[in-house]
Nanobody
Framework: VQLQASGGGLVQAGGSLRLSCLAS????????MAWFRQAPEKEREFVAA????????YYGDSVKGRFTISRDNAKNTVYLQMNSLKFEDTAVYYC?????????????WGQGTLVTVSS
C-alpha cells in the first residue's frame, strides 16, 4: 500500500492543523493505521493509532486530549486533528499502515509531512 501524507505547515502555538494520509494500492479498510512523528535529533515517536474499523483509538501520552485520529474508509484516508499545538509538537509526521496492529515496525510508511509550531 502507498501512503501520501499532507496537511503540514507552520502554525502558532495554540493553533490547530489537520493532517491527512491517503492510501492507495490495496484494500485500505483492512489496515490498522497510525501516526508517528520525528523531531530533529530525536527518535521516531508514536502519536496515535486507529483500528481498521475505526472502532478503537490509542494515543501517546504527550498528545492525549489534544489530538484526534479518525478515518474514512470510503475515501481511503486517515486524519490527525491536532489542537492546542505546542512548540514541542514540531516534527515530521508520518502515517503508517499495518494489517496486524504491529507498529514495531509497521509494514508501510508514508513519506512524512512537516509540522512547525512557532512559540
Amino acid at each position: 500500500v502507498q501512503l501520501q501524507a499532507s496537511g503540514g505547515g507552520l502554525v502558532q502555538a495554540g493553533g490547530s492543523l489537520r493532517l491527512s494520509c491517503l492510501a492507495s494500492g490495496r484494500t485500505f479498510s483492512i489496515y490498522d493505521m497510525a501516526w508517528f512523528r520525528q523531531a530533529p535529533e530525536k527518535e521516531r515517536e508514536f502519536v496515535a493509532a486507529i483500528t481498521w474499523s475505526g472502532g478503537s483509538t490509542y494515543y501517546g501520552d504527550s498528545v492525549k486530549g489534544r489530538f484526534t485520529i479518525s478515518r474514512d474508509n470510503a475515501k481511503n484516508t486517515v486524519y490527525l486533528q491536532m489542537n492546542s499545538l505546542k512548540f514541542e509538537d514540531t516534527a515530521v509526521y508520518y502515517c503508517a499502515a499495518d494489517p496486524s496492529w504491529n507498529w514495531c515496525p509497521p509494514d508501510y510508511w508514508g513519506q512524512g509531512t512537516l509540522v512547525t509550531v512557532s512559540s
